[in-house]
């Protein structure tokens, strides 16, 4: 059995045709715990005034950070990334980017987005292109070549992308005026 065109395509709205803004169609009408009829302006004047402004609060951790404290979370992140552990009885450090690396495509993923927040961080505080540009092409070798299944893990160990942007960043900080 066979369809018409005309059975399958929706027509287009009229212009003068508003889409719904109340309820969801087909929903009907809101009821309290009473069973009366709650109108759509209640519901809609009710949560007006209710407004979160996570920017300029104290909770936020990510808000109103001076340059030498966010200096100090990237240094932090990129020394977890990279060397935060040591192998016993060795010299031999690694981070939490090489144990979660060990997930196969997806641990890969994670750890190329938070090595690409860092560049984000960098560039807020100011980097120019030329650094963000090899801050992004070590992130982007130590994406690719992590993608290898065992070599690619090791590589990320051994390579150490954070920790190098953060010292790169540190580099260009230093030299610039306060």
Do not use: C
């Amino acid at each position: 059995m066979t369809m018409s065109n005309d059975d399958i395509i929706v027509p287009p709205r009229s212009r003068t045709e508003q889409p719904f803004r109340g309820r969801a169609a087909g929903r009907g009408p809101v009821i309290d715990q009473e069973g009366r009829e709650i109108p759509d302006a209640s519901l809609r004047t009710q949560f007006e005034g209710l407004r979160f402004d996570f920017g300029h609060s104290a909770a936020n951790p990510f808000g109103d950070l001076t340059r030498e404290q966010r200096l100090a979370r990237l240094d932090a992140i990129a020394k977890l990334l990279d060397v935060a552990f040591i192998v016993p009885g060795t010299n031999f450090r690694y981070g939490i980017d090489g144990l979660i690396g060990l997930i196969p495509v997806v641990g890969d993923i994670i750890t190329t987005a938070i090595s690409l927040w860092v560049v984000q961080e960098a560039r807020a505080l100011g980097a120019p292109w030329h650094i963000t540009a090899r801050m992004l092409a070590n992130v982007a070798v130590d994406g690719v070549v992590g993608l290898v299944p065992v070599a690619g893990d090791a590589f990320d160990v051994m390579f150490r992308a954070n920790v190098r942007n953060v010292r790169m960043l540190k580099r260009w900080l230093d030299r610039q005026p306060r």
